[in-house]
Every structure is written in structure tokens, then in C-alpha cells.
DNA sequence: TCTAGAATTGACTAAATAGTCATTCATACA
DNA sequence: TGTATGAATGACTATTTAGTCAATTCTAGA
């Protein structure tokens, strides 16, 4: 039956995502996945032939929700600053929410585990941020700045925001998620 | 000999920060460390117990020259943004001409493999980083955002402005080290 | 030069590793 | 019900691992 292959495999890549984050690549053996999967270690190979194929098809699925949580709603808003506002609160909300998977993509973004072809496909799905940023520079809403530095910086800024409300547990959480977008927005923003 | 005996322990971190940083902490075998230091791997178990004390060991060292490396010269600014300035410009230099050193930190700076104690100490080399951060929020330099916000705002910008140089290549470096500049105090400071 | 103590060595071990494969099991259809 | 197909299993293996330790080499002072 097509919906318990899709279990075991949404089990193995649970699983694999939980122990990666945890006890990093080398440091979790596939045993250990299998078995937190609940499937015997004969299994996980069944669906990912090898345990560097295991961590890109997670590095890709995780990538995917992380775009798609990012992007949501933000095409209905009407000011350039306010799809931003919108793209940093989709973050910091996925990035709290999914707290596991933002800390796997953030661990392993320059993993020497991931390949150049995951990475490709996976960029793929960013073509969309890219080009929001482009038009901000193109219409100067930011300041002259190399479009790569904006966006690491803006993305960069996301993971401080998210572990400092992990980390530092401050009582007002969306006063800190509202300052993170004033500190990254008045950095960016044309003077 | 005193200085043969500095050597092996120099030339077993020097190995433990390439491999760590290149292949992940299990993913490096203390036979690989001592082969590339150059020494029996018996002898990398005389100057640290286990390879915990090993990673250990490497952090608190190279945490030390990141912390020196940042603070120099900062002192004998005059103004508080000039002192900020400089700040940033030695961190992006150490940065730049420590790429190994800098990448070791970033990447296991949240590691389980470092325990708490190594942080405590390590800590302590970074008061006055904190004591800075403090006087510019209470002479109103900075904006009314929490000292843990703006302390790690900072240092991840220095982080990015770093990987964007040797990622993107730009063609002005000295340009792109000033735009992270711009961007962070405008975003930092008060309106 | 001789020697005591320390540093260095690398063969060794017990445990763990990624991946295999012959066997068993579950399902869907005739 | 009988059976064919593919999924699931877990005992197994060849290799690698962190750490040990008895033997050797080096060093500094007498």
C-alpha cells in the first residue's frame, strides 16, 4: 500500500533529521536511525541506498518546507517593506516552529555532505527571494549593496533572531521578532 | 625540551583545527590527526586524555586568538562608534586571515562535543566585550534592543561580511567590509 | 660517559560501523 | 483459496574506531 511505503519513509527521514541534529552526520550510525524509525536496519537502505543519500534527500525535503513556510502570503502585500516584514516573520514563526529542521539546514547549509547537485535543485526553489531582493535594489528601496550580501545578511539575521528567542527566552517575544526586522531593515534600507 | 614538547601539542591542534573543520569531529579519526601532526598516535593520547579533551582543548585556544584578535587596539578609539569600527575591522581581518581558526569556531561553537566548563572559561576572555556593548546601550548609542541581541547581531554579521568576501569574491573587499559596517550600526544605532 | 626519568612509539584490542543478502512476510488479484 | 510480487527483516561481514601499554628512544644533569 502506497501510504505505509510513505510512512516508513517519512519515519526514516524523522528520524534521521532528529539524530543528524543531534549527534551530527558521523556521529549517528544508521542503525540508530533505524531504530528510531522503528524499521530494521535493512530497510533504511531499501530507501536510501547509501547514508549520503539519506542526509540530501532530508537536506532537499527540508529546504522545500523552509521555502514554501517562507514565501507564504507574501505576493498578497502591497509595500516592498511589507513583503519583507512578512518574509522575516514567515522565517523567525517556521524557524521557532520548526525548530529541528531550521537548526539541520543551518548545520549542515555547508556540509561537505550535501552535494553541488542537491544544492542545484534546491536553489531552484529560492528563485523567487532572489528576485524580490533584485527589485528592491533595482527600485531603491535598499541602499547600494551587493545583492548577496543583502541576502545572507538577511537570512543570517533570521537564525540570530530565532536562536536569541530560543537561547535568551526574552518575556516579550514579539518585541524581539520586531526588533530583529528593525535592526535588519534600517541596515538595508537606502538612507 | 621544552619547545620540542610545545611543538608536538602546536602541531597535534594545528592538525585536530584542519580535520575538524574540513570533515566534522567523527569524522576525523585520531589516527588521521596524529599521522597529519606528524606523531605516533599514542602520543596524541599523552597530551589529551581523550579526543573530547582534544576538541576541547582546540576550542578554548583558538576561542583565545579570536578574542585577542578582536579587542586590539580598540582601546585608543576616541569616539564610541570609532571603537565599534575598529571592532568590526579586526574581527573581519582575523576573520579573513584565519579562515581555518574562524570556520572551527562557527561551526562547533554550538557543539555538544564542547562542554559546559570550556565555555565558562572561555567566556571570561569576552567581558569586555560585553562591558562595551553595555556602555553604548546605556549612553543611547545603540537603540532599546536587549545586550544578547545586539552582541550576537554583531558578531553573526562579522560572520556572514566574512564568508560573502570568500564566497563572492567581490572585487573591492575593503568596500564590502565597510558596507557590513554600514549596514550594522545603522541598523544598531539610535534614530 | 652514564643513568634515571620522561617522552614517544606503534602493534594491539574490544567495540562499533556502513552496507549485504538470503529469508520471511504482506498484499492484491485470479 | 492459491500464488506471485515486492517490501521488510536482522544476522552477518569486512573495515574502522578510540584508546592501551609494554617496549624503545631521548634528554638533562652528575
Sequence with gaps: ????????????LQA??????????????TAQISKEAGVATGTLFNYFPTKEDLING?????????SRGMSKDVDSQNTFQDKFRKMWYNLIEWGLNNQEDFRFVNQFCSSPYITDYTREVVME????????????????EFGDYPEGMIISMFYQSSRTIVDFI??????????????????????????
Design 1 to 12: 500500500m502506497k501510504d505505509k511505503v510513505e510512512d516508513k519513509k517519512t519515519a526514516l
Design 16 to 29: 534521521a533529521l532528529k539524530l543528524f541534529t543531534e549527534k551530527g552526520f558521523h556521529g549517528t550510525s
Design 58 to 66: 532530508l537536506y532537499f525535503d527540508v529546504k522545500g518546507k523552509l
Design 125 to 140: 526553489e529560492y528563485v523567487f527571494y532572489h528576485d524580490l531582493v533584485m527589485e528592491g535594489i533595482a527600485s531603491g
Design 166 to 191: 530560543l537561547y535568551s527566552e526574552p518575556h516579550d517575544k514579539n518585541k524581539a521578532i520586531e526588533d530583529g526586522f528593525q535592526i535588519i531593515w534600517e541596515g538595508l534600507a537606502k538612507k
